[in-house]
């Protein structure tokens, strides 16, 4: 029973920085009055945090296929590339949304915070 609740736990986690990057994208497409260089500092998070949310969900759809897949070198390689991008990806989002505008900069901050954690958590616990 523990164990449906930590993948559900885990599911959770992992899409709420899908979810806050998407309320981002709603909220920044409703700002009309802001200074042009924030606009930017916002599309410019916006894209990457979009980048960074990506793989962990990918991974859960990737779990679900047979074990010889899993396993194989390509998709290992794939994976450790694609958090690293995403890290990557996650800390500019993060830099540029310190420069964003009302709900777009809070949520996109969370969410990229969120996505970098996630990140570490999984770089973390590749070596088991």
Same mark, same amino acid.
């Given at each position: ?40 500092? &916002? ?8 980048? =960074? +949310?990506?793989?962990?969900? !990918?991974?859960?759809? %990737?779990?679900? #296929? ?5 396993? &194989? ?8 590339? =694609? +958090?690293?991008?995403?890290? !990557?990806?996650?800390? %500019?989002?993060? #830099? ?15 969410? =990229?915070?969120?996505?970098?954690? !996630? ?10």
């Amino acid at each position: 029973m523990h164990t449906e609740v930590y993948v559900g736990i885990a599911i959770f986690l992992i899409l709420l920085p899908l979810g806050m990057i998407g309320a981002a994208w709603y909220y920044w497409r409703k700002q009309i009055n802001q200074k042009a260089w924030r606009k930017w500092a &916002s599309l410019c998070g916006l894209c990457t945090a979009s980048i =960074s +949310v990506v793989p962990m969900p !990918l991974m859960f759809l %990737v779990l679900a #296929l047979p074990s010889s897949v899993i396993k &194989s070198r390509l998709v290992n390689s794939a994976f450790d590339w =694609s +958090v690293f991008v995403a890290l !990557l990806a996650g800390i %500019v989002a993060l #830099l540029s949304f310190f420069f964003a505008y009302g709900k777009v900069r809070w949520l996109g901050c969370l969410g =990229s915070f969120l996505s970098i954690f !996630l990140c570490l958590v999984f770089i973390l616990g590749e070596g088991y």
